[in-house]
């Protein structure tokens, strides 16, 4: 079978929940699958990053900037079906929940979460727009849906009932390279960002919905003898994250790191004496959350 990977909302630049998930796929898939022949659409810009390996499977790069949403997303609308057909693809995953709605072969549209019904104000006007009308068009062109979680599911089921019959639950998980850091790379990771031993460890983007504010606030409230650091980049809630530290007792002992390289996370699970995800239902913390169980931070 020759089955497509919708890849064109990967942008090689950011490190949101959606670009790891589509990473740690095309990765995956290549280690294990023996038969199946894959073309992964990706758009101008973001070709040869995703690791695609050659052989039975090739990249297609389509017209459009990764970086340039407007354009990409009115490609994928338009153009992808017909390159699709173009290219014998007898199947589409679609990994970022929008589905091109004048496909002639099945499609699968994997949804991560549903956000923008929960906290529209994450999104700018144009987007929600956007989303409000392809969402329902996108499920209703899709042949199967694909929810990465349980909780992903029920809101799809809510959300977009014309799914309720044919959704599956499909649970993240972590790398098969996420392994338990050495003790030499824990003292040389928690060295470089000065933290004390035994932390707590949370990784999440500090959006209002990721709830890092209310974590603070229960951190200030009990004496856990241990120090808290945040990584993540800033988001919609950094502000309200900001106040919280002020206000917090045992404030010193917080530490907000930001956006860390990839390959320290191992470090930093591993060192940690406990992690939380910021809110677990979302694809970027759960998936990060994954990683870090691999990696020995649970």
């Known amino acids: 079978m020759r089955i497509g990977i919708n890849a064109l909302a990967w942008r090689p630049e950011r490190q949101a929940g ?4 589509l990473r740690q796929l095309v990765g995956a898939l290549q280690q294990v699958d023996t038969e199946n022949e894959y073309v992964v659409f990706v758009a101008a810009g973001a070709q040869g990053q995703l690791g695609v390996a050659g052989g039975r499977f090739r990249e297609v790069v ?3 900037l990764s970086r340039w949403r407007a354009g990409r997303v009115f490609w994928e609308q338009l153009g992808l079906a017909r390159l699709a057909a173009d290219e014998g693809i ?31 104000e994450n999104f700018s006007w144009l987007k929600r727009r956007f989303l409000y009308k392809v969402l329902p068009k996108s499920a209703h062109a899709a042949r199967l849906t694909v929810a990465s979680s349980e909780y992903t599911r029920r809101d799809v089921v809510r959300f977009l009932p014309q799914r309720q019959e044919d959704t599956r639950v499909v649970h993240l998980a972590g790398q098969a390279s996420c392994q338990p850091a050495s003790a030499e790379s824990v003292r040389r990771v928690r060295n470089r960002y000065g933290l004390e031993e035994g932390y707590l460890l949370c990784v999440a983007t500090s959006h209002l919905h990721k709830n890092l504010h209310g974590l603070v606030d229960a ?7 241990a120090g808290l650091v945040l990584v993540g980049k800033r988001g919609s809630g950094h502000s309200q994250l900001a106040r919280a530290i002020r206000q917090a007792r045992g404030r010193e002992r917080i530490r907000v790191l930001g956006r860390v390289p990839a390959e320290h996370l191992a470090a930093l699970y591993t060192g940690a004496a406990a992690s939380a ?12 959350c994954a990683d870090g169980a691999a990696r020995g931070g649970w």
């Not at 959606?18 to 998930?21: A, F, L, S």
């Not at 910021?278 to 970027?284: C, R, T």
């Open 219 to 225: 951190y200030s409230q009990v004496d856990l003898g």
């Open 277 to 288: 995800g910021g809110d677990a239902m979302w694809l970027s913390s759960g998936l990060f």
């Open 62 to 64: 389509c017209p459009g």
């Open 90 to 120: 007898e199947v589409l995953l679609c990994a970022g929940s929008v589905v091109p709605t004048n496909l002639d072969i099945p499609a699968v549209q994997v949804i991560h979460d549903l956000q923008v019904y929960h906290y529209p």
């Open 18 to 21: 959606v670009d790891t998930y």
